[in-house]
């Protein structure tokens, strides 16, 4: 029997611009479709900023908002086709300008060991009393999204939308709670389970 683990692939349409998605196994029982924003290209960047800034233009942002580290190209991206200049980066790591950052901690009982989001103080007058949008490239646990719009309203600001390339699966939409009516989103992938082949197939419901 062929090994078919590292070979298949999803297909998802992003509004017009198809992609064939590599299924990339993170147990011998589970499987995500795995689409890395920066191995993509300009010309997805530019299409996926276009759609969102679509959607996300009657929100009437002052600002959007984007965690490292995926969620910084499309940031920048929304921003561009919303004709805005600047925008902020809420940073995963302390960089040396980063002393003394606002923070905020998840705790995502996925995620190995304790992680949290910055936010530079010098980024804070461009979020507080601003209608902000914070923007990722998948939503699926939903908690690193969370944190962002968290530590966003901790700053001051306004959420007034989160908007991301994909969302993955569902469970997502408990850990957003009230937040869900404010995403908007391009596409959905499901996640993916074994069949008795060993072929990779989506799990129902996701
Ligand atoms: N399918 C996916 N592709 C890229 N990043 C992800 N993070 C969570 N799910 C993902």
Redesign the pocket.
């Known amino acids: 029997m062929t090994d078919q683990t590292n070979s298949q692939t999803w297909h998802v349409d992003v509004q017009g611009y198809p992609l064939d ?1 590599p299924i990339v196994p993170i147990n011998p029982d589970f499987a ?5 924003v920066i191995d993509l290209g300009v010309k997805f960047g530019e299409h996926i900023g276009k759609c969102l800034a679509e959607k996300i233009a009657p929100l009437r942002p002052d600002i959007i908002v984007g965690p490292a580290t ?1 969620g910084i190209p499309v940031a920048i991206e929304v921003t561009r086709a919303l004709g805005l200049d600047q925008y902020v980066v809420l940073q995963k790591s302390p960089k040396l300008h980063l002393s003394d950052a606002l923070e905020y901690k998840l705790t995502s009982i996925t995620s190995k060991g304790e992680q949290r989001i910055l936010l530079d103080r010098a980024a804070i007058p461009l979020i507080k009393g601003r209608r902000v949008v914070v923007v990722d ?2 939503v ?1 646990s939903g908690s690193s999204l969370k944190a962002a719009l968290e530590l966003v309203r901790e700053a001051g600001g306004e959420i007034v939308g989160a908007g991301v390339i ?1 969302t ?1 699966a569902q469970e997502w939409r408990e850990v957003l709670g009230d937040d869900v009516e404010h995403l908007v989103s391009v596409a959905h ?1 499901p996640q993916f389970a074994p069949d008795a082949d060993g072929t990779w197939q989506p799990i129902s419901g996701t």
Request: no cysteine; net charge negative; aromatic share 0%.
């Open positions: 998605l995500i479709s795995l689409m890395m995926l490239d998948v699926a994909l993955e992938i």
